[in-house]
């Protein structure tokens, strides 16, 4: 009885890595990717002994000879399995289009014969925060190429996690890149990974309702006091706790002069700038319908949704979101106007890092230029509507089409200002989430607020590489 | 009709949030951000359910939790049915020292354990294996199996466990032979309890088989949510699916569970 | 065979998984040690636990824990006891549906539930505010995330719905274990319905009781995944536990050494509540 089972067990785990190497086989270009070997083989494997065993079962333990030769003659096939071609790794979230990225990586693989094998992570900067620095902490080697938020680089660079990009590049591929997402690539005079992706903070307005944007955040504020409802709130923006929160109040702070780490490095934002800035976002949650009530549990998506939904008038958001915005399903589709926020905007972004354990650093460098060259980035732009970094894709004709406010971003991405960089971004941005946070639920005033966030942060401002401070 | 009221009641709240879900795997997107929400989808979609398994691998998800749960089961079974025999029935010093030590372990908050683990196994090379998050999963549920199979042998007459070691067995002959086959409710209660604890865990299993082909459904669902979208209409076909074999067990084994709870007479 | 292979194995499954940890965490909460320095970890003494406990984040974690515990816990003990009297008097043949319905919650992955409540309690999308709204018991929508109390109150009513068919199933157990002879006894002397309960099932249900407050209390004490899914540890803090203050130390600031201290401070609370109840149950259990 027990025979049975396990032969039918086997039988079935069989069917399913079949089924799975014939589905995978489908995808030509998926397939290169992935090792279909190994499936091939234990599918094999499982059968034949599937198939013995039930046989077994059948004749009494009779039949010997058959399923052993067969199963030898499995084992000769699993056996044969050619030396591992030369593989790196890329660690990245989800593309929005899986296949042109396997179409890219392929087309990689055809040219140098490196095959690329994916890690995909989850979207959640934070998750991905998380994971890559357990593993490069404990100096895995698993992990070649890393896709990192342009926030972490100052951090990983800092703590010797990955490679310098210097050496990668000529003069004139440099020059090639935009200017602000290049920078922040680089620290301590140095760059440390090649940007793919930019993004720029942008305000998205009903402009069947608003003539023309507002042209600075207090103006902002009474537009949206005065003509937001319960139904259709004024303005809606990123307040959940996280680092979005920090994005946005930094959007604010900067246009009111001020700055979150000063010219020494010591930490600037307890000014009257900052408690301006603070004082804006607070006063949008006191006027009922200036800004979204559910607001503070709010990040990218669900504000966004509030803004498709038509439940909001003017709406910050990364620059990814135009295309969500028109898409089919959006009830503001052809209703919507973009421009730039009535201040600095933020600069966000992806950049490649290889990293410092990688065992095959030349063929990750290979990768990560291709995945950055204007070729690739074409394909990006024009599939998935992503910002590209070469400047040159700006002024092309095809991505022109397919992306029209393009034209408007190439100038507002020269204005977007990077967040600051240092080592202790991610524990300085996690002190001030918190404390802006507070503010904004009412908790504490925004000077005690920032007073709070300033005491917190001192012992880390100032420092930029050892002498970790507590 | 009174008699039903109050069970009826207590069904409803323990699985009206669940029909909600259901509700919600079933709603097409673009109705699934109109407010305020019907209660029925006007035109309700497979779409979500159909992209969990198409756009994910949530299939191997599935069976990635049904193979770690169950190897962290048979594991913590495998050696807590000897030490509660240890310790409760043959009342070893050496079967308390393991009641104490597993009460202690039963301590440390997870978070703990998610860095060092994380090395040790990355020396050993048992990163993104079954093996790497089994043992951790069965070692968490180890005193929670422990505790009740101790209760339950307790609870046990008298004269079967005198039968055991008169029969001139070995300990260990005592307890395969006699003591585990009358244990079978307690077994599948501590079973079941070690198998949904390690169905449920997220931290280790996310930081010690992240990899897309060892990731458990926690971990797939967790990530679901991204920056750029939060597909609630996925999420929710992900958790109804992953709702419906635990279900079935559930109600299948529900007598199972309270009586070996029941048999192992607590207190004590 | 030895009979010490009986105990032997199973301690040395907890001591490859528990003891080098936990070794490695005392170890580190003495040393200044950070992610991005594997190298270098001068000794500190108890300056990562004077740091703690100096610090005014760190014992609003601690508050906000032990609100969340003792709520939730006091919360989970009142109704499993009721909905552990409801699956005991049910019929026979709605039982086993009541008791497979009772389990669902409890058998559901906590990142699964955390999700499921984050939807419901959506201050638009969310069906818990267009229920109160159509019933009338509200007129505007809730933030049920978005401020304070209530975040707290969602994370707890969450972790009360996932959790109490555990308590539930460990009261029913004791309650099948009375003899009905008791009872019987009971009604001679004119005990009978509420003050039957409080008088006489009450005192023989303390041992399970006292179980299940063990186990619930020392979860409730390492919470982490519901509060991470739903809110982060916001807003503005206001959620944050011991265990989403220890994630946070370690990940976003990276500093393995406060992180051990932290989480060896929430074991020993863990442990200092368990030997509590333990004492509580060996005089309880004595008579």
Same mark, same amino acid.
């Given at each position: ?171 004139? +591929? ?44 207090? +103006? ?30 930094? +959007? ?53 949704? +509030? ?164 | ?268 | ?287």
């Amino acid at each position: 009885m027990r025979r049975t089972i396990l032969g039918w067990l086997l039988l079935a785990v069989s069917a399913e890595r079949l089924l799975n190497v014939y589905l995978l086989s489908r995808h030509p270009s998926i397939f290169e990717q992935v090792d279909w070997r190994a499936p091939l083989a234990v599918g094999l494997l499982a059968g034949i002994a599937g198939t013995a065993l039930l046989l077994r079962v059948r004749t009494g333990g009779r039949a010997r000879k058959p399923p052993l030769a067969l199963l030898t003659l499995a084992l000769g096939i699993a056996g044969w399995m050619p030396a591992d071609a030369e593989t790196v790794t890329l660690a990245q979230f989800k593309p929005r289009d899986p296949a042109s990225e396997a179409e890219l990586l392929a087309t990689f693989t055809a040219r140098t014969g490196v095959r690329v094998r994916q890690r995909t992570l989850p979207n959640a900067s934070d998750v991905q925060h998380q994971q890559f620095v357990t593993w490069l902490a404990a100096r895995d080697s698993g992990v070649d190429v890393y896709q990192i938020d342009q926030i972490w680089t100052a951090e990983f660079a800092a703590a010797g996690w990955i490679r310098p990009a210097g050496a990668e590049l000529t003069a004139g +591929e440099r020059a090639a890149f935009l200017p602000a997402p290049l920078a922040s690539a680089a620290w301590g005079g140095r760059l440390w990974a090649l940007p793919r992706f930019t993004e720029s903070g942008l305000l998205y307005y009903r402009r069947d309702v608003l003539p023309a944007p507002p042209r600075s955040w207090p +103006e902002l504020v009474r537009v949206a006091t005065a003509l937001g409802t319960t139904g259709r709130s004024g303005y809606v923006f990123q307040g959940k706790q996280y680092e979005g929160l920090v994005v946005n109040f930094l +959007e604010i702070l900067w246009a009111m002069g001020g700055r979150l780490l000063g010219e020494d490095g010591g930490v600037a934002v307890d000014s009257p700038a900052g408690v301006r800035a603070l004082e804006i976002l607070a006063a949008l949650l006191r006027h009922p319908g200036a800004a979204s009530p559910g607001v503070l549990t709010y990040a990218e998506h669900d504000s966004l949704q +509030e803004f498709r939904e038509g439940r909001a008038l003017m709406h910050r958001n990364w620059s990814f979101a135009w295309s969500l915005v028109e898409r089919e399903g959006s009830r503001v589709r052809g209703r919507v106007g973009v421009a730039p926020l009535p201040g600095p905007a933020s600069l966000g972004g992806w950049h490649l890092a290889v990293s410092a354990y990688s065992r095959r650093p030349a063929a990750a460098w290979a990768l990560a230029r291709f995945l950055t060259s204007a070729e690739a980035q074409r394909v990006k732009a024009l599939v998935e509507g992503r910002l590209p970094t070469v400047g040159a894709l700006y002024d092309d004709r095809e991505v022109l089409r397919a992306n029209p406010h393009f034209a408007a971003l190439r100038d507002a991405l020269a204005l977007a200002r990077p967040r600051p960089a240092t080592p202790f971004y991610a524990r300085l941005s996690g002190i001030l989430q918190v404390q802006i946070s507070r503010a904004l639920v009412g908790a504490v005033s925004p000077r005690e607020a920032l007073a709070e966030a300033t005491r917190q942060m001192a012992p880390l401002a100032g420092a930029r590489s050892a002498g970790l401070p507590r | 009709m009174k008699r039903l009221a109050l069970p009826l009641v207590a069904l409803i709240l323990c699985t009206a949030p669940v029909l909600w879900q259901l509700r919600t795997a079933l709603t097409p997107t673009d109705e699934l951000y109109r407010v305020p929400q019907a209660w029925l989808p006007a035109r309700p979609t497979l779409d979500h359910l159909a992209a969990v398994f198409a756009t994910r691998p949530f299939g191997r998800n599935l069976l990635n939790s049904a193979i770690v749960a169950t190897g962290a089961a048979v594991l913590a079974l495998a050696l807590a049915a000897p030490g509660a025999y240890a310790a409760s029935t043959l009342r070893l010093r050496g079967g308390r020292l393991l009641l104490g030590a597993a009460l202690a372990a039963a301590l440390v908050p997870p978070i703990s354990l998610v860095t060092p683990l994380f090395r040790i196994l990355n020396r050993l090379g048992g990163l993104n294996t079954y093996a790497g998050l089994i043992v951790p999963h069965a070692a968490l549920a180890f005193p929670v199996a422990l505790w009740v199979l101790a209760a339950y042998f307790r609870g046990l007459p008298r004269e079967l466990r005198e039968a055991a070691e008169v029969d001139g067995c070995s300990a260990a002959g005592a307890l395969w032979r006699v003591l585990l086959p009358a244990s079978v409710p307690g077994l599948a209660t501590a079973g079941i309890l070690a198998f949904i604890a390690s169905w449920n865990e997220f931290l280790l299993a996310l930081t010690l088989a992240g990899a897309d082909r060892v990731q458990t459904v926690t971990v797939a669902i967790a990530f679901f949510p991204g920056i750029e979208e939060f597909p609630w209409g996925e999420i929710a076909a992900a958790s109804v699916i992953v709702i419906v074999p635990v279900v079935v067990v559930v109600l299948l084994l529900q007598r199972r569970i309270v009586s070996g709870l029941t048999a192992g007479a607590l207190g004590g | 065979m030895r009979k010490a292979a009986l105990w032997a194995p199973g301690l040395a499954l907890l001591a490859a998984v528990f003891a080098l940890p936990l070794a490695e965490a005392v170890w580190t909460s003495l040393h200044q040690v950070w992610l991005q320095r594997p190298g270098e970890a001068p000794f500190v003494g108890v300056e990562n636990f004077a740091l703690l406990l100096a610090s005014e984040r760190f014992w609003a974690a601690v508050r906000h824990t032990g609100l969340f515990a003792v709520t939730s816990v006091a919360l989970e003990l009142t109704l499993g006891v009721g909905l552990a009297l409801v699956m005991h008097r049910t019929r026979a043949r709605g039982r086993a549906l009541v008791r497979g319905a009772a389990l669902v919650p409890w058998a559901l992955p906590t990142v699964v539930a955390g999700l499921l409540w984050a939807w419901i309690l959506h201050d638009r999308h969310g069906v818990a505010n267009h229920l109160l709204v159509s019933l009338g018991a509200i007129s505007t929508p809730l933030v049920w995330l978005g401020e304070p109390a209530l975040a707290m109150s969602s994370i707890i009513g969450a972790d009360v719905w996932k959790t109490t068919p555990f308590v539930a199933l460990i009261a029913l157990a004791g309650l099948q274990s009375i003899d009905r002879g008791v009872y019987e006894a009971g009604s001679l002397d004119g005990a009978t319905g509420w003050r039957a309960f409080v008088h006489l099932t009450l005192p023989l249900l303390r041992p399970a009781l006292l179980v299940a407050l063990l186990f619930r209390t020392v979860d409730a004490v390492r919470v982490f995944d519901l509060v991470y899914v739903l809110t982060r540890g916001g807003p503005g803090g206001s959620t944050e536990t011991v265990s989403v203050l220890t994630y946070m130390i370690l990940f976003q600031e990276l500093d393995v050494g406060r992180a051990s201290a932290a989480g060896l401070l929430t074991g020993a609370a863990a442990g200092a509540v368990a030997l509590v109840y333990l004492r509580v149950l060996r005089w309880g259990g004595a008579s």
